[in-house]
């Protein structure tokens, strides 16, 4: 019921963010063989069924396969009783893109020479065996090939049965030169035609995923020797339904009954395991018992190393790997995994009643829930094997079912567990929960994939990140992981948050009009004899002539080495060969840290060194010196700066400016901190040579007290709110300095100045609409409104006293009078402060402060970028304010009289004798 | 107005204004920032301050001749500590009387006269057995339990490390009592250990979470004893020389109990969830996840097969001792538990086909003080009177025992004589289990239980057999709504 009551509560916000649930499955390009998907499921029957009922094994034709020894046909086995046809096509994890098939290069977002937006006909450089089209002259991979190699990847169905225009691929006549239907050499390039009848095809492989220990190395097996018929009976090797005995399929009698049905035992019908999943989509362990394993950037468990997720529930100190201070990381891989939370909890089927609530643009308002959904029995018949997915920066996949799945907040109340954060809804707002919660990745990701050159067994020649420095070695190098790089990615509502990356750039050769990647095999020709290399490369190559090519040697780094390789590309018919780089996003939204390792401190973000603008390194080198572009494909707004190092070495930073993020304490605008800093500066410097001077000439000149008066000038209101408003304003300007320096006082908590400042700035507000409410009624307020008439000869008269007269020891020229306590220029000047900036400092800082609440408001004002350096600027003209008012306020009759005056009411004035002007006003 | 001129004039006034403005802003500050919400847990303020060693070395002339000349030196400063003593099970090896569920009359039970399956029983053994004794000279049944001298001070507070009590509780040849003496101080794991470690013969046998590794543990071991130092009595604390703490071997009622709550707050894990378990799982299960960590344990005891000339491995046959288990590291077996049920009694009707349980626990699923504990569970198989059905204690040490005469009939007989049971001339051997509750070897909370170590398939718990329908993580916690 937990589950449900979930749902009920959750009001999903109009903007999802970001998860990486990629169903184009990434294969690993397998040359020597792959090790890392046979390791058999060692979970117990965790999820299966007790009452599903027995079957029979029926092959393509329907018939028992007891009878006719056949390949068992999941589409008519498990096709009995669930819709088999409905459920392969409405599964992306079949068709990976084959419905959208297309020319080359009408794929949105995708490359010129990508054919669909899926795992069947997009192009990766990781894996950089090629689709060919229809057509292209140079045929890498055909469909055959496709799922010899990368079937593995695949549960079949889709384009492993069925051709691009829709027929089987049984019924398609063999051409020549036809991708789908021939086969490549791999050293001779020759094509060979391809039977489908003999090797039968792919079907989708329901024991993959649903039975507690599929043999998947069986299954890639027959992928890769070509016999597709009997890969999914390959699957059931480990179950005691079959057996292989010298190549050949026999299944063992005491698996079945004598109606030949399966025996109840051996029925074991699941709903898929985390594990299921981790046969494929990189490394799950799920278990507490033996320790995860990892080698370090190598190819095994690649799906893994293109971020370093790993989905255990174990905790890294108990893990096998070689991790930098391991004893003190005692969190688990993945706070999800260690609370039992499993993926189909999250990847539901999109009809699944237990999980399916309707889209939140259709639902009518009135309803929070409706309980009105399919029936079990109805969703068994016909499981969509649609499964819902977040909007990664794989966006190009499976694009119809972008933000199907619950985010966070769908499950977790994030309001109530963060009371300890100041602008809540802010924070929510323009950063994803991963950013905080997946703060740093322990184990070694790809960095770079540079394929413009090759390894003696036609490999490329990568980089890690996450590993020390020095040679790698897959068990014991040292694992120090990395912070990924935080970049914005837009939904599908067209919000950006910021959330967490790895970078993986690649270099490749791409050649013709129109493009193509360079084959691997003529990549392997044109570098390579055989397995070694050519003496016109060894020359060019061989640095330290030590007669082998090391990774460090094989780089372009200078146009004769490209020249070079060019010229040899070249060679074999390759129009223009030419170094294409590209720089993929991957998103992370696994490895999720409990609330205790998340990022609390407000400086990781709010200080000089902000993760938000922190660095990532791409390459140490750049072959060929081509700059990589980021792929047209991903979600992410990659609008940051990419920079080399004078060692050459590329790096890519995000820039809050052109993200439209001001992040508080780390950005501020140069010219406003330098105009306002020499304004404060200059009325110090003021301030001092004018205070010396009067003390100077005081000193030349005889004492002379002139007559004075006691007079009750300032009511109790008025210095009450005087004073509070000076204690309040001059914590506002330190506490706003902290905020806006944070790295220079490292002292105070970033999280409390914020708290103090906010509670400070309503102090403020409440006393300075109190004040105004006290100054209107009594009438006060005349006292500050500057008479027009006359005043600038009244002003001009003030100001010569200020510049000569006290030099002199000169009287006032005008009376202070508890009903004229100003002078004209003190008028203009408090005018200006409490009727312009101090309205305009409190406006700028509510609008800051709303950016949460009112964010329509804020961003028709230009956000954060224009309110917070305004707010700044106004914040110095203050300081320099308060600076200027302490000083003048020693222009009394003694330097302590007036501010003796404004604490006790009384103030000492001189006495005028009434001119005949003035007694008459 | 007169008021008013006076507030003019007075002058301090500014002061009460200076405080009020100031306050304006403080208060609003104090209120409305908002509390960090973590309940600050300080089991620290709790522990026990030890008062400051007292050196005796001035103090304690000598010569001693006997401990209980010892004794009588530490009485003339400490008069009432022996009479403290003397009221406690420490000396005793007896409980008072407790009525237990469902039996007729109040027992009084201890190590004095109680039957377990590992050694089985002190009676007609005293000399061995009471090497272990907080007193002299208990060699028979006579033990004049009155003596104050006989009250054994050294045995907990000697510090020299060179006290070693032999037969009947008496100090061995050898042993410089002057120095012991002068030794004295609050006791340490080393004193406690002495005895306790070393229960049912040797290191580690017994209790499954406690041996001779926790006298220098390391942290990971224990956290308290290991990472923090603690000696026995920071938790097992004494007033009067009235240790806190039960046995689950020897003791019945529950009061006077050593809690982990007594030092840590009940609601001190940071996640609300792993709070919630609190009301179902004792601390234990998730703090202590493994048995006999270093040392192995005895988990099973045959003595049946006791006085064959067998090649002898103390962790798999001795021929005084029949064949045993040992097992290290082990994972616990789990139980509801609120305190002892029922003990077995001398006299109690077995049934021999089946496994009889020398102490039962109380508590089940539906009861709200009980909680799922870990036990090391001993079983084993020991003598019982084939004709009368009940289990039978043998004298196993001493002159007539079996480990003397290696003849079952003439050590059971003159045990039960020892016991006063009748012995029909017709043994057999029958299968036994005990409970032993696990609350030492506690794990740094970095290394406790994870989830998964229950909620999954692999988990260490079987629910059923607890009395869930299935995995309360699906079905509920045991007083949720899903009706049973």
Same mark, same amino acid.
């Given at each position: 019921?937990?589950?449900?009551?979930?749902?009920?509560?959750?009001?999903?916000?109009? $903007?999802?963010?970001?998860?990486?649930?990629?169903?184009?499955?990434?294969?690993?390009?397998?040359?020597?063989?792959?090790?890392?998907?046979?390791?058999?499921?060692?979970?117990?029957?965790?999820?299966?069924?007790?009452?599903?009922?027995?079957?029979?094994?029926?092959?393509?034709?329907?018939?028992?396969?007891?009878?006719?020894?056949?390949?068992?046909?999941?589409?008519?086995?498990?096709?009995?009783?669930?819709?088999?046809?409905?459920?392969?096509?409405?599964?992306?994890?079949?068709?990976?893109?084959?419905?959208?098939?297309?020319?080359?290069?009408?794929?949105?977002?995708?490359?010129?020479?990508?054919?669909?937006?899926?795992?069947?006909?997009?192009?990766?450089?990781?894996?950089? @065996?090629?689709?060919?089209?229809?057509?292209?002259?140079?045929?890498?991979?055909?469909?055959?090939?496709?799922?010899?190699?990368?079937?593995?990847?695949?549960?079949?169905?889709?384009?492993?049965?069925?051709?691009?225009?829709?027929?089987?691929?049984?019924?398609?006549?063999?051409?020549?030169?036809?991708?789908?239907?021939?086969?490549? !050499?791999?050293?001779?390039?020759?094509?060979?035609?391809?039977?489908?009848?003999?090797?039968?095809?792919?079907?989708?492989?329901?024991?993959?995923?649903?039975?507690?220990?599929?043999?998947?190395?069986?299954?890639?097996?027959?992928?890769?020797?070509?016999?597709?018929?009997?890969?999914?009976?390959?699957?059931?090797?480990?179950?005691?339904?079959?057996?292989?005995?010298?190549?050949?399929?026999?299944?063992?009698?005491?698996?079945?009954?004598?109606?030949?049905?399966?025996?109840?035992?051996?029925?074991?019908?699941?709903?898929?395991?985390?594990?299921?999943?981790?046969?494929?989509?990189?490394?799950?362990?799920?278990?507490?018992?033996?320790?995860?394993?990892?080698?370090?950037?190598?190819?095994?468990?690649?799906?893994?190393?293109?971020? =370093?997720?790993?989905?255990?529930?174990?905790?890294?100190?108990?893990?096998?790997?070689?991790?930098?201070?391991?004893?003190?990381?005692?969190?688990?891989?993945?706070?999800?995994?260690?609370?039992?939370?499993?993926?189909?909890?999250?990847?539901?089927?999109?009809?699944?009643?237990?999980?399916?609530?309707?889209?939140?643009?259709?639902?009518?308002?009135?309803?929070?829930? !409706?309980?009105?959904?399919?029936?079990?029995?109805?969703?068994?018949?016909?499981?969509?094997?649609?499964?819902?997915?977040?909007?990664?920066?794989?966006?190009?996949?499976?694009?119809?079912?972008?933000?199907?799945?619950?985010?966070?907040?769908?499950?977790?109340?994030?309001?109530?567990?963060?009371?300890?954060?100041?602008?809540?809804?802010?924070?929510?707002?323009?950063?994803?929960?991963?950013?905080?919660?997946?703060?740093?990745?322990?184990?070694?990701?790809?960095?770079?994939?540079?394929?413009?050159?090759?390894?003696?067994?036609?490999?490329?020649?990568?980089?890690?990140?996450?590993?020390?420095?020095?040679?790698?070695?897959?068990?014991?190098?040292?694992?120090?992981?990395?912070?990924?790089?935080?970049?914005?990615?837009?939904?599908? !509502?067209?919000?950006?948050?910021?959330?967490?990356?790895?970078?993986?750039?690649?270099?490749?050769?791409?050649?013709?009009?129109?493009?193509?990647?360079?084959?691997?095999?003529?990549?392997?020709?044109?570098?390579?004899?055989?397995?070694?290399?050519?003496?016109?490369?060894?020359?060019?190559?061989?640095?330290?002539?030590?007669?082998?090519?090391?990774?460090?040697?094989?780089?372009?780094?200078?146009?004769?080495?490209?020249?070079?390789?060019?010229? @040899?590309?070249?060679?074999?018919?390759?129009?223009?060969?030419?170094?294409?780089?590209?720089?993929?996003?991957?998103?992370?939204?696994?490895?999720?840290?409990?609330?205790?390792? $998340?990022?609390?401190?407000?400086?990781?973000?709010? =200080?000089?060194?902000?993760?938000?603008?922190?660095?990532?390194?791409?390459?140490?080198?750049?072959?060929?010196?081509?700059?990589?572009?980021?792929?047209?494909?991903?979600?992410?707004?990659?609008?940051?700066?990419?920079?080399?190092?004078?060692?050459?070495?590329?790096?890519?930073?995000?820039?809050?400016?052109?993200?439209?993020?001001?992040?508080?304490?780390?950005?501020?605008?140069?010219?406003?901190?330098?105009?306002?800093?020499?304004?404060?500066?200059?009325?110090?410097?003021?301030?001092?040579?004018?205070?010396?001077?009067?003390?100077?000439?005081?000193?030349?000149?005889?004492?002379?007290?002139?007559?004075?008066?006691?007079?009750?000038?300032?009511?109790?209101?008025?210095?009450?709110?005087?004073?509070?408003?000076?204690?309040?304003?001059?914590?506002?300007?330190?506490?706003?300095?902290?905020?806006?320096?944070?790295?220079?006082?490292?002292?105070?908590?970033?999280?409390?100045?914020?708290?103090?400042?906010?509670?400070?700035?309503?102090?403020?507000?409440?006393?300075?609409?109190?004040?105004?409410?006290?100054?209107?009624?009594?009438?006060?307020?005349?006292?500050?409104?500057?008479?027009?008439?006359?005043?600038?000869?009244?002003?001009?008269?003030?100001?010569?006293?200020?510049?000569?007269?006290?030099?002199?020891?000169?009287?006032?020229?005008?009376?202070?009078?508890?009903?004229?306590?100003?002078?004209?220029?003190?008028?203009?000047?408090?005018?200006?402060?409490?009727?312009?900036?101090?309205?305009?400092?409190?406006?700028?800082?509510?609008?800051?402060?709303?950016?949460?609440?009112?964010?329509?408001?804020?961003?028709?004002?230009?956000?954060?970028?224009?309110?917070?350096?305004?707010?700044?600027?106004?914040?110095?003209?203050?300081?320099?304010?308060?600076?200027?008012?302490?000083?003048?306020?020693?222009?009394?009759?003694?330097?302590?009289?007036?501010?003796?005056?404004?604490?006790?009411?009384?103030?000492?004035?001189?006495?005028?004798?009434?001119?005949?002007?003035?007694?008459?006003? | 107005?007169?008021?008013?001129?006076?507030?003019?004039?007075?002058?301090?006034?500014?002061?009460?204004?200076?405080?009020?403005?100031?306050?304006?802003?403080?208060?609003?500050?104090?209120?409305?920032?908002?509390?960090?919400?973590?309940?600050?847990?300080?089991?620290?303020?709790?522990?026990?301050?030890? +008062?400051?060693?007292?050196?005796?070395?001035?103090?304690?002339?000598?010569?001693?001749?006997?401990?209980?000349?010892?004794?009588?030196?530490?009485?003339?400063?400490?008069?009432?500590?022996?009479?403290?003593?003397?009221?406690?099970?420490?000396?005793?090896?007896?409980? #008072?009387?407790?009525?237990?569920?469902?039996?007729?009359?109040?027992?009084?039970?201890?190590?004095?006269?109680?039957?377990?399956?590992?050694?089985?029983?002190?009676?007609?053994?005293?000399?061995?057995?009471?090497?272990?004794?907080?007193?002299?000279?208990?060699?028979?049944?006579?033990?004049?339990?009155?003596?104050?001298?006989?009250?054994?001070?050294?045995?907990?507070?000697?510090?020299?490390?060179?006290?070693?009590?032999?037969?009947?509780?008496?100090?061995?040849?050898?042993?410089?009592?002057?120095?012991?003496?002068?030794?004295?101080?609050?006791?340490?794991?080393?004193?406690?250990?002495?005895?306790?470690?070393?229960?049912?013969?040797?290191?580690?046998?017994?209790?499954?979470?406690?041996?001779?590794?926790?006298?220098?543990?390391?942290?990971?071991?224990?956290?308290?004893?290991?990472?923090?130092?603690?000696?026995?009595?920071?938790?097992?604390?004494?007033?009067?020389?009235?240790?806190?703490?039960?046995?689950?071997?020897?003791?019945?009622?529950?009061?006077?109990?050593?809690?982990?709550?007594?030092?840590?707050?009940?609601?001190?894990?940071?996640?609300?969830?792993?709070?919630?378990?609190?009301?179902?799982?004792?601390?234990?299960?998730?703090?202590?996840?493994?048995?006999?960590?270093?040392?192995?344990? #005895?988990?099973?005891?045959?003595?049946?097969?006791?006085?064959?000339?067998?090649?002898?491995?103390?962790?798999?046959?001795? #021929?005084?001792?029949?064949?045993?288990?040992?097992?290290?590291?082990?994972?616990?077996?789990?139980?509801?538990? #609120?305190?002892?049920?029922?003990?077995?009694?001398?006299?109690?009707?077995?049934?021999?086909?089946?496994?009889?349980?020398?102490?039962?626990?109380?508590?089940?699923?539906?009861?709200? /003080?009980?909680?799922?504990?870990?036990?090391?569970?001993?079983?084993?198989?020991?003598?019982?009177?084939?004709?009368?059905?009940?289990?039978?204690?043998?004298?196993?040490?001493? /002159?007539?025992?079996?480990?003397?005469?290696?003849?079952?009939?003439?050590?059971?007989?003159?045990?039960?004589?020892?016991?006063?049971?009748?012995? +029909?001339?017709?043994?057999?051997?029958?299968?036994?289990?005990?409970?032993?509750?696990?609350?030492?070897?506690?794990?740094?909370?970095?290394?406790?239980?994870?989830?998964? +170590?229950?909620?999954? +398939?692999?988990?260490?718990?079987?629910?059923?057999?607890?009395?869930?329908?299935?995995?309360?993580?699906?079905?509920?916690?045991?007083?949720?709504?899903?009706?049973?």
């Amino acid at each position: 019921m937990t589950k449900l009551t979930c749902f009920l509560s959750s009001r999903p916000r109009g $903007a999802y963010s970001v998860f990486a649930f990629s169903i184009a499955l990434i294969a690993i390009f397998i040359i020597t063989g792959s090790l890392a998907f046979a390791k058999s499921l060692d979970s117990g029957p965790a999820q299966i069924s007790p009452i599903h009922p027995t079957f029979a094994l029926l092959d393509e034709s329907g018939e028992n396969v007891l009878t006719s020894g056949k390949a068992v046909s999941t589409l008519q086995t498990c096709g009995a009783c669930h819709d088999t046809d409905f459920i392969e096509q409405h599964s992306y994890h079949a068709d990976l893109g084959l419905e959208d098939f297309s020319a080359p290069g009408d794929v949105t977002g995708g490359r010129s020479w990508d054919s669909s937006p899926g795992f069947f006909g997009k192009w990766n450089p990781l894996i950089y @065996r090629y689709l060919s089209p229809q057509g292209d002259e140079r045929i890498d991979l055909g469909t055959a090939d496709w799922i010899k190699q990368l079937g593995s990847f695949h549960v079949g169905g889709g384009p492993a049965a069925t051709a691009r225009d829709g027929r089987p691929l049984t019924d398609l006549p063999v051409t020549s030169g036809d991708p789908e239907t021939n086969v490549q !050499d791999p050293h001779t390039g020759q094509l060979t035609a391809w039977d489908w009848e003999r090797s039968g095809t792919v079907e989708m492989n329901c024991f993959l995923c649903h039975t507690p220990a599929p043999d998947n190395q069986a299954r890639i097996d027959e992928l890769q020797a070509g016999n597709f018929r009997w890969a999914n009976t390959a699957t059931l090797l480990q179950s005691g339904i079959v057996d292989r005995v010298n190549g050949a399929y026999q299944y063992r009698a005491d698996a079945f009954t004598d109606d030949g049905l399966l025996d109840a035992e051996f029925v074991q019908i699941q709903d898929p395991t985390n594990d299921n999943c981790g046969q494929c989509h990189g490394l799950v362990h799920d278990t507490l018992r033996e320790p995860v394993i990892l080698s370090a950037c190598s190819a095994e468990q690649w799906r893994t190393q293109t971020t =370093g997720q790993i989905i255990s529930p174990q905790r890294l100190s108990d893990s096998g790997l070689n991790l930098a201070d391991k004893a003190k990381l005692t969190r688990s891989w993945d706070i999800h995994a260690e609370r039992a939370v499993n993926c189909t909890d999250c990847h539901f089927s999109l009809n699944n009643p237990v999980y399916f609530q309707e889209a939140e643009s259709s639902r009518p308002e009135h309803l929070i829930f !409706d309980p009105r959904r399919l029936e079990l029995g109805e969703y068994l018949y016909q499981p969509l094997h649609q499964f819902a997915r977040g909007q990664s920066a794989q966006s190009t996949v499976s694009p119809d079912l972008k933000n199907t799945m619950r985010r966070c907040e769908s499950c977790h109340d994030a309001l109530s567990t963060h009371t300890w954060l100041p602008y809540q809804d802010r924070h929510m707002e323009v950063v994803s929960c991963e950013t905080c919660h997946i703060p740093q990745m322990y184990s070694a990701a790809f960095q770079q994939y540079d394929w413009t050159v090759v390894t003696a067994d036609v490999s490329p020649n990568t980089e890690c990140r996450g590993l020390e420095p020095g040679g790698v070695n897959p068990m014991t190098s040292l694992v120090t992981g990395y912070q990924p790089i935080l970049m914005p990615q837009t939904d599908v !509502d067209g919000n950006s948050k910021i959330a967490p990356f790895n970078l993986i750039t690649s270099w490749f050769w791409v050649y013709g009009n129109p493009e193509r990647p360079v084959r691997q095999v003529d990549l392997a020709s044109a570098w390579l004899e055989g397995d070694r290399y050519p003496a016109e490369i060894m020359a060019a190559f061989d640095q330290n002539g030590d007669g082998s090519l090391a990774e460090s040697e094989l780089v372009l780094d200078n146009q004769a080495k490209v020249d070079l390789i060019t010229a @040899r590309l070249s060679q074999l018919g390759l129009e223009n060969p030419r170094i294409v780089g590209e720089v993929q996003p991957y998103s992370i939204n696994h490895t999720v840290a409990g609330g205790d390792w $998340a990022i609390r401190d407000c400086q990781a973000c709010h =200080g000089n060194n902000s993760r938000v603008t922190q660095p990532i390194l791409l390459s140490s080198y750049l072959p060929g010196d081509v700059l990589p572009e980021f792929v047209a494909s991903s979600n992410t707004l990659n609008n940051g700066r990419m920079y080399q190092t004078e060692a050459g070495a590329l790096y890519y930073q995000p820039l809050t400016r052109e993200s439209n993020l001001y992040v508080l304490g780390h950005d501020s605008v140069a010219w406003v901190d330098l105009a306002g800093g020499l304004v404060f500066l200059g009325t110090m410097f003021g301030v001092v040579l004018h205070g010396g001077l009067r003390f100077f000439t005081s000193m030349r000149r005889p004492s002379h007290t002139p007559k004075l008066k006691k007079v009750y000038m300032y009511a109790v209101y008025e210095r009450f709110w005087h004073w509070l408003q000076t204690f309040v304003i001059l914590g506002l300007i330190f506490t706003g300095l902290v905020i806006h320096k944070p790295d220079a006082f490292g002292l105070f908590s970033f999280r409390y100045v914020v708290l103090v400042h906010n509670i400070l700035a309503a102090l403020l507000v409440i006393n300075a609409g109190l004040s105004l409410f006290y100054h209107l009624v009594s009438g006060e307020i005349q006292q500050f409104l500057p008479r027009p008439l006359g005043f600038f000869d009244q002003a001009i008269v003030q100001a010569r006293f200020y510049l000569r007269g006290i030099f002199k020891g000169d009287k006032h020229p005008f009376e202070k009078t508890p009903d004229k306590k100003l002078n004209p220029l003190q008028q203009v000047t408090y005018f200006a402060i409490l009727n312009i900036l101090l309205p305009l400092q409190i406006i700028t800082g509510a609008l800051m402060w709303g950016a949460q609440r009112w964010p329509n408001i804020t961003n028709w004002l230009g956000g954060l970028p224009f309110l917070a350096p305004f707010h700044t600027l106004v914040a110095w003209l203050f300081a320099a304010f308060v600076v200027m008012h302490v000083y003048l306020t020693t222009t009394g009759h003694s330097p302590l009289a007036s501010i003796q005056a404004m604490m006790l009411g009384w103030d000492e004035v001189e006495v005028y004798e009434l001119t005949e002007e003035e007694a008459v006003s | 107005m007169r008021i008013a001129d006076k507030i003019r004039s007075a002058k301090y006034i500014w002061i009460f204004g200076l405080v009020f403005t100031l306050l304006s802003i403080a208060v609003p500050v104090i209120l409305l920032i908002p509390k960090d919400t973590r309940a600050a847990d300080d089991p620290w303020a709790v522990v026990p301050k030890k +008062s400051p060693h007292t050196n005796h070395t001035d103090l304690l002339a000598g010569p001693f001749e006997t401990g209980s000349e010892v004794t009588r030196a530490c009485l003339e400063c400490h008069p009432d500590a022996a009479q403290d003593l003397m009221q406690t099970v420490h000396w005793t090896w007896e409980s #008072k009387p407790y009525q237990l569920e469902g039996r007729d009359e109040p027992v009084t039970i201890g190590k004095k006269n109680s039957l377990n399956n590992f050694c089985l029983g002190i009676q007609s053994n005293w000399p061995s057995c009471t090497s272990c004794h907080a007193g002299y000279g208990w060699f028979d049944a006579d033990f004049d339990f009155s003596v104050q001298e006989n009250v054994d001070c050294l045995v907990c507070h000697d510090l020299s490390g060179g006290y070693v009590k032999g037969r009947g509780g008496l100090p061995v040849e050898g042993v410089d009592l002057l120095a012991s003496a002068q030794s004295v101080g609050s006791p340490t794991r080393e004193n406690c250990g002495s005895c306790h470690f070393n229960g049912g013969g040797g290191n580690a046998v017994k209790h499954g979470d406690m041996d001779q590794t926790l006298y220098f543990p390391s942290a990971s071991l224990d956290i308290h004893m290991g990472g923090h130092d603690f000696q026995c009595i920071d938790c097992h604390q004494a007033q009067d020389h009235d240790i806190r703490g039960r046995a689950i071997s020897v003791s019945l009622d529950r009061e006077n109990q050593v809690a982990c709550s007594d030092c840590h707050s009940e609601n001190l894990h940071s996640d609300a969830r792993i709070n919630a378990h609190a009301n179902a799982v004792a601390c234990q299960t998730c703090h202590v996840p493994t048995g006999a960590v270093i040392e192995p344990t #005895k988990m099973y005891w045959d003595w049946s097969t006791a006085g064959q000339d067998l090649p002898e491995d103390p962790h798999a046959y001795l #021929k005084l001792k029949g064949s045993f288990v040992y097992e290290s590291g082990f994972t616990p077996e789990y139980y509801w538990y #609120k305190g002892a049920k029922d003990r077995y009694l001398f006299g109690d009707i077995i049934d021999p086909t089946q496994v009889t349980q020398i102490n039962t626990l109380d508590g089940d699923i539906s009861d709200p /003080e009980a909680k799922i504990w870990p036990f090391k569970v001993h079983r084993g198989k020991q003598p019982y009177d084939a004709v009368y059905n009940y289990l039978l204690q043998p004298m196993t040490a001493g /002159e007539g025992g079996f480990w003397d005469t290696f003849d079952w009939d003439i050590a059971l007989r003159a045990g039960a004589e020892a016991t006063n049971m009748a012995y +029909s001339g017709e043994y057999g051997f029958a299968e036994t289990e005990m409970y032993w509750s696990l609350s030492h070897m506690i794990a740094p909370a970095d290394n406790a239980l994870q989830c998964k +170590s229950c909620h999954s +398939s692999e988990g260490r718990l079987d629910w059923v057999a607890l009395g869930y329908p299935g995995d309360p993580m699906q079905w509920g916690g045991r007083f949720s709504n899903t009706p049973r």
